[in-house]
């Protein structure tokens, strides 16, 4: 989920995104001092200059002025609230009342990355956004991640802060997230909003190799692949925090460059500095993004239950309306809302993207079976 498109050879583009498996990724970001911006999501955002994505901040003197009409969310640098989850801390912002909505931001970004749509869903609804785990203000935690590994964060997130029927809003990673925990706890939730969602469909005729690993693929050729990784992803960490570099590559994935301002490069290149940032890029970088292949939309989509909206920018270079075609071919029981936008259409365009989720919401009919928890 990052954000620009340099370095991977065609191939190895392909097989990160075509599917659309997460774009985003950005040096994860410092646990107390955010600016947060807005995440981004690049193109070749496995092995290229990855960076991309707008993350949290750190507060700087940048001032900008807000998309006209469309009122903010204030930023607070020392956060909003948190919650302790197997002894990680959590960042999360909540406000308003009435049916809950859990926002999930995408690869690199952070719970700001919803500033414009916060407060004007809160106007009817009890808006939740939180931080995944590695990300924005939430702890970088040395762990081995996996898509699992969020979405039991936000499974658990539902049950113990939300405690009732709500609806789950993704955008990219944060999109297969909120997919996979509603198929994790389909009691809880009651409809799912989809933007320009990660995750691919299998094949099945794929199989995997579950051959046994020789002496020497153990012993010579695993670590040797470890070490150049290591020092290619290093330089690819480093390469991130350029701001020529961010600036390009946030330009290529919003349709209105006007969006990609002074404040937005400088709140991805802040992220970089908590000290366990680089080990968590390098983890997610190597066991998640590069292993996806065993979590498939079809398997998730197979088992929801609840209405889906997607709300897909249709300019996306990485992630194209193709895919909101056939998740919406595979799954009836969804609405498809086409904008012209890049992949953060909740950023680029929040004024038809807030009417749009409005709308939706306001046709869904929680069922009364569904109790508090």
């Given at each position: 989920?990052?954000?620009?498109?340099?370095?991977?050879?065609?191939?190895?583009?392909?097989?990160?995104f075509n599917t659309s498996a997460t774009r985003f990724l950005?040096?994860?970001?410092?646990?107390?001092?955010?600016?947060?911006?807005?995440?981004?999501n690049r193109r070749g955002f496995a092995f290229r200059g990855i960076l991309a994505s707008g993350v949290s901040v750190m507060g700087s003197s940048l001032v900008t002025e807000p998309t006209e009409g469309v009122e903010r969310l204030p930023f607070k640098p020392e956060g909003y609230n948190f919650w302790t989850w197997r002894g990680h801390k959590i960042h999360y912002v909540v406000q308003g009342e009435g049916l809950p909505i859990v926002l999930i931001h995408g690869f690199g970004a952070s719970a700001f990355h919803w500033r414009y749509n916060?407060?004007?869903?809160?106007?009817?609804?009890?808006?939740?956004?939180?931080?995944?785990?590695?990300?924005?203000?939430?702890?970088?935690?040395?762990?081995?991640?996996?898509?699992?590994?969020?979405?039991?964060?936000?499974?658990?997130?539902?049950?113990?802060?939300?405690?009732?029927?709500a609806v789950l809003v993704g955008n990219s990673l944060g999109?297969?997230?909120?997919?996979?925990?509603?198929?994790?706890?389909?009691?809880?939730?009651?409809?799912?909003?989809?933007?320009?969602?990660?995750?691919?469909?299998?094949?099945?005729?794929?199989?995997?190799?579950?051959?046994?690993?020789?002496?020497?693929?153990?012993?010579?050729?695993?670590?040797?692949?470890?070490?150049?990784?290591?020092?290619?992803?290093?330089?690819?960490?480093?390469?991130?925090?350029?701001?020529?570099?961010?600036?390009?590559?946030?330009?290529?994935?919003?349709?209105?460059?006007?969006?990609?301002?002074?404040?937005?490069?400088e709140s991805i290149t802040m992220p970089a500095a908590d000290p366990n940032a680089g080990e968590v890029y390098y983890r997610m970088m190597t066991r998640f993004m590069l292993n996806q292949s065993k979590y498939t939309l079809n398997s998730a989509l197979s088992e929801l239950r609840c209405p889906l909206l997607l709300l897909w920018g249709d300019l996306d270079p990485w992630v194209g309306p193709t895919k909101a075609n056939r998740i919406k071919e595979f799954y009836p029981n969804t609405t498809l809302v086409n904008l012209q936008a890049?992949?953060?259409?909740?950023?680029?365009?929040?004024?038809?993207?807030?009417?749009?989720?409005?709308?939706?919401?306001?046709?869904?009919?929680?069922?009364?079976?569904?109790?508090?928890?």
């Open positions: 989920m990052s954000s620009s498109s340099c370095c991977l050879s065609p191939s190895l583009r392909s097989r990160l950005v040096p994860p970001a410092r646990p107390n001092q955010y600016r947060s911006r807005c995440e981004m916060i407060p004007e869903l809160a106007k009817k609804y009890k808006v939740y956004a939180v931080d995944l785990l590695g990300f924005g203000w939430s702890e970088k935690a040395i762990i081995e991640y996996d898509a699992m590994v969020w979405r039991d964060q936000v499974v658990d997130f539902l049950k113990e802060i939300v405690r009732e029927p999109g297969f997230t909120a997919l996979v925990a509603a198929v994790g706890i389909p009691e809880q939730v009651v409809g799912l909003a989809l933007l320009n969602s990660a995750g691919q469909f299998g094949n099945p005729n794929e199989k995997m190799d579950e051959s046994e690993e020789s002496v020497l693929q153990k012993f010579v050729l695993k670590p040797l692949k470890e070490v150049f990784q290591r020092v290619v992803l290093g330089f690819l960490f480093w390469q991130a925090k350029q701001p020529a570099r961010i600036e390009s590559v946030l330009k290529s994935v919003y349709v209105n460059s006007s969006n990609v301002d002074d404040y937005l490069v890049g992949h953060c259409p909740h950023d680029e365009v929040p004024e038809l993207v807030n009417k749009s989720l409005m709308d939706w919401l306001s046709s869904l009919k929680p069922e009364a079976s569904l109790q508090t928890l």
